[in-house]
């Protein structure tokens, strides 16, 4: 399995969010809002999540939803429950 | 187990949008198996197709749907909502159902919140897998 590094989960997210979003990587910077500037709605939040969940193989509670702001905090919150997991 | 009366009691589609017959299967946040028997009297093989009767992918699709809502609300029994709407949907379809074929509807699930949720469902006639995929509902 390849170590998840800072650098490679970022572009892992990047591209799972824009697979899910349908938008170009490039546009889903560290801070662009996800439904403000990307047009995401909280269906789309739900899938991220799942996405999310079954790539690294980890639980992430449905309170955690409302924090799915931009790509940063999705770095944080995914980087949190990967260590949890450790 | 769920009849048609105990389905009814929980779904609000009926004739002739009511695209489960029986529950045979159900455990709560897991997964669901359901089935459709599908009949050469039912009214859109007037027109879907007049020569050669094919029961339409979109009421398979309908059918994944109702059985993913059952679990859904069997999943979260006081939740209040009783809509739900489709809000994403990747299906793939490989065999033709037609009449007499009954459709056995299995879903499982993947992620379910109070909001909504996301399942695996797959439509299986005759032990083949006619159609799979993957379907995400808003609950309101």
Redesign the interface.
């Known amino acids: 399995m390849v170590k998840i590094t800072a650098q490679n989960l970022e572009g892992q997210l990047r591209t799972l969010i824009s697979e899910i979003v349908e938008t170009e990587p490039e546009k889903i910077t560290l801070d662009a809002k996800f439904v403000d500037d990307l047009g995401m709605d909280s269906m789309m939040a739900l899938e991220i999540l799942a996405a999310i969940e079954k790539k690294y193989k980890i639980q992430i509670p449905e309170e955690e939803l409302g924090k799915l702001k931009n790509l940063k905090e999705i770095i944080n919150l995914t980087e949190g429950y990967l260590k949890a997991r450790l | 187990m769920m009849n048609i009366e105990e389905i009814e009691k929980i779904l609000p589609q009926r004739y002739p949008f009511l695209m489960l017959d029986r529950v045979t299967d159900i455990k709560a946040g897991e997964y669901i198996r359901a089935y459709k028997n599908v009949s050469a009297n039912e009214e859109y093989f007037n027109g879907h197709f007049e020569e050669k009767p094919v029961f339409p992918g979109v009421l398979t699709a309908e059918a994944m749907a109702q059985a993913s809502c059952l679990l859904i609300k069997k999943s979260i029994p006081d939740l209040k909502a009783t809509l739900f709407y489709i809000?994403?949907m990747k299906l793939r379809f490989f065999k033709t159902i037609i009449p007499g074929d009954r459709v056995d509807i299995n879903v499982k699930v993947?992620?379910i919140?109070?909001?909504?949720?996301?399942f695996e469902t797959e439509a299986v006639v005759n032990s083949y897998i006619v159609a799979k995929g993957e379907m995400?509902?808003?609950c309101k």
Do not use: H, P, S, Y
């Not at chain 2, 919140?113 to 996301?118: A, E, K, L, Q, Y």
């Open positions: 809000t994403n993947v992620k919140v109070r909001t909504g949720g996301i995400t509902f808003a």
